[in-house]
T-cell receptor, first 112, second 114 residues
Framework: EDKVVQSPLSLVVHEGDTVTLNCSYE??????LLWYKQEKKAPTFLFML????IEKKSGRLSSILDKKELFSILNITATQTGDSAVYLC????????????FGGGTRLMVKP | DTEVTQTPKHLVMGMTNKKSLKCEQH?????MYWYKQKAKKPPELMFV???????INESVPSRFSPECPNSSLLNLHLHALQPEDSALYLC?????????????FGSGTQLSVL
């Protein structure tokens, strides 16, 4: 059975801190790993990673994938209160359909 | 237009009611999805429609009945639900069905079953 595990479950930091969120996975026929940010309702797409060692960057957020060790990290530098959200990692596997297996999420709270 | 629109945003229904959730996208996406998300849990896939045909049904009880009238619309018909069905129901769409694509999620319908 495919499995995606995120850590930590929750995290409280102060504005300006840097955080690293972790996502490890065990899936058969891996295709891609995606990161989403879920604030209130709709998860919003952050990154899609398919190749090892290539960092994807968007502003203060960056992410990298290690396909040998089967994990990804999401870094947020100079955190702001608006970064407070649940961060979801999902892995796509080559199956009969575009199916994602989601991790349990990391709940990040950034205090002023 | 890069939005997936879901209505209603909130729904309260009794166990004997029949209701429908609606989802719409105008991005030309050919795959549409229903997810169920309980509080503090990740989304769980319920159904996948590809080119308006049901391609995946993740062993969802028959009291949930999906319908895809056309490539832009996706409905979820609800009948005889149980209180444990209370959850956030998220619709999503993607460009293709089998390729590596990112999902666009709607804001969800928060459903409470009394």
């Amino acid at each position: 059975e495919d499995k995606v595990v995120q850590s930590p479950l929750s995290l409280v930091v102060h504005e300006g801190d840097t955080v690293t969120l972790n996502c490890s996975y065990e899936v058969t026929n891996f295709r891609s790993l995606l990161w989403y940010k879920q604030e209130k309702k709709a998860p919003t797409f952050l990154f899609m990673l398919t190749s090892s060692g290539i960092e994807k960057k968007s502003g203060r957020l960056s992410s990298i994938l290690d396909k040998k060790e089967l994990f990804s990290i999401l870094n947020i530098t100079a955190t702001q209160t608006g970064d407070s959200a649940v961060y979801l990692c999902a892995v796509e596997a080559l199956k009969a359909g575009n199916m994602l297996t989601f991790g349990g999420g990391t709940r990040l709270m950034v205090k002023p | 237009d890069t939005e997936v629109t879901q209505t209603p945003k909130h729904l309260v229904m009794g166990m004997t009611n029949k209701k429908s959730l609606k989802c719409e996208q105008h991005m030309g996406h050919r795959a549409m999805y229903w997810y169920k998300q309980k509080a503090k849990k990740p989304p769980e896939l319920m159904f996948v429609y590809s080119y308006e045909k049901l391609s995946i049904n993740e062993s969802v009880p028959s009291r949930f009945s999906p319908e895809c009238p056309n490539s832009s619309l996706l409905n979820l018909h609800l009948h005889a639900l149980q209180p444990e069905d209370s959850a956030l129901y998220l619709c999503a769409s993607s460009q293709g069905h089998l390729s590596v694509e990112k999902l666009f999620f709607g804001s969800g319908t928060q459903l409470s079953v009394l």
